[in-house]
């Protein structure tokens, strides 16, 4: 069965210090991923997806890029947190050949202080 | 991506059924209708999905109407696990790139 590892739960960071959230998937090859964000009391807000190892697409400019080295991984970096980077960020995956919708991992609640 | 409007907030009582309406006016022809609820503090998770029939699983069962502008997710029997927020997607077929999230609507089911 496939499953999806999000790690670590919660962080909290200065401002000005570097991001990694790091995200891999199991059971499973060619999945799409999705890093999402989730400001407190907000909706999810879609930050990187990608479909192919080295293919990233950014739907919001910002402070954060994503990259995909290996085929189930996907990592969430920033050179410099900002204190608007705080949230909950969630990274989720699908597969384009099955019926089995976004599944995502447990996230990482971020505090920039 | 169409988007989809939602009530921002509903009650329902333990053991009725929970009906969650979502209206896509401007949805277009190859477009499914998704639903997902996110329990506090976790990653969303997939509840049902579906084109132009009604859809029914374990968890619920989807009504899109005939027109395909609007859809109900329901409930059957609600219990107090399935307090959550509850989401109202429309997009590309299963896999193709990116859904939209809203706000959904927050379902606090009442003892």
């Known amino acids: 069965s496939q499953t999806i590892h999000q790690w670590p739960a919660t962080l909290v960071q200065p401002v000005g210090s570097p991001l990694s959230l790091e995200c891999t998937v199991e059971?499973?090859?060619?999945?799409?991923l999705y890093w999402y964000r989730q400001a407190a009391g907000r909706g999810l807000q879609l930050l990187f997806y990608?479909?192919?190892?080295?293919?990233i697409s950014s739907e919001v400019p910002q402070n954060l890029s994503a990259s995909r080295p290996q085929d189930r991984q996907f990592i969430l970096s920033s050179k410099k947190l900002l204190l608007s980077d705080s949230g909950f960020y969630l990274c989720?995956?699908?597969?384009?050949?099955?019926?089995?919708?976004?599944?995502f991992g447990s996230g990482t609640r971020l505090t920039v202080v | 991506d169409a988007k989809t409007t939602q009530p921002p907030s509903m009650d329902c009582a333990e053991g009725r059924a929970a009906n969650l309406p979502c209206n896509h006016s401007?949805?277009?022809?190859?477009?499914?209708v998704y639903w997902y609820r996110q329990i506090h503090s976790q990653g969303p998770q997939y509840i049902i999905h579906?084109?132009?029939n009604n859809e029914t699983n374990e968890m619920a069962s989807l009504i899109i109407t005939e027109d395909r502008k609007s859809s109900t997710l329901i409930l059957p029997h609600a219990t107090l696990r399935d307090t959550a927020v509850y989401y109202c997607?429309?997009?590309?077929?299963?896999?193709?790139?990116?859904?939209?999230f809203g706000t959904g609507t927050r379902l606090t089911i009442i003892p």
């Open positions: 997607i429309v997009g590309p077929s299963f896999g193709n790139e990116k859904l939209t």
């Open positions: 401007t949805i277009s022809g190859n477009e499914y």
């Open positions: 990608s479909v192919g190892i080295g293919q």
């Open positions: 989720a995956w699908t597969w384009t050949q099955m019926d089995y919708g976004y599944t």
């Open positions: 579906g084109l132009k």
């Open positions: 059971g499973t090859s060619n999945p799409n």
